[in-house]
């Protein structure tokens, strides 16, 4: 039996104290453009999944990542404005 997504996320928690906890970066070769890849972990065990665009680097991602923690992902107006 495989594990179901709700067992490793607790599904009584507040939305507002969702936080994000770490970003990794993750890059795809092989493919017919060079992609990379963002991952959002949150301290409720949520995960989100996104790309970097418009000519952004890995670096400059990651470079974001110490105004991103500890911040709510559901808050995007204030992340964007940060």
Same mark, same amino acid.
């Given at each position: 039996?495989?594990?179901?997504?709700?067992? &490793? !996320?607790?599904?009584?928690?507040?939305?507002?104290?969702? /936080? $994000?906890? %770490?970003?990794?970066?993750?890059? @795809?070769?092989? $493919?017919?453009?060079?992609?990379?890849?963002?991952?959002i972990d949150t301290n409720q065990g949520?995960?989100?999944?996104?790309? !970097?665009? %418009?000519?952004?680097? *890995?670096?400059? +991602?990651? +470079?974001? *990542?110490? &105004? @991103?923690?500890?911040?709510?992902?559901?808050? $995007? %107006? /204030? $992340?964007?404005? *940060?």
């Amino acid at each position: 039996m495989t594990d179901s997504v709700e067992q &490793h !996320v607790n599904t009584s928690s507040r939305p507002s104290e969702l /936080k $994000i906890t %770490d970003l990794r970066i993750a890059n @795809l070769a092989g $493919i017919p453009m060079r992609v990379t890849l963002i991952r959002i972990d949150t301290n409720q065990g949520l995960c989100g999944y996104g790309e !970097v665009r %418009d000519g952004a680097s *890995k670096t400059y +991602a990651l +470079a974001l *990542k110490r &105004h @991103l923690i500890g911040e709510n992902p559901c808050n $995007i %107006d /204030k $992340i964007f404005r *940060k």
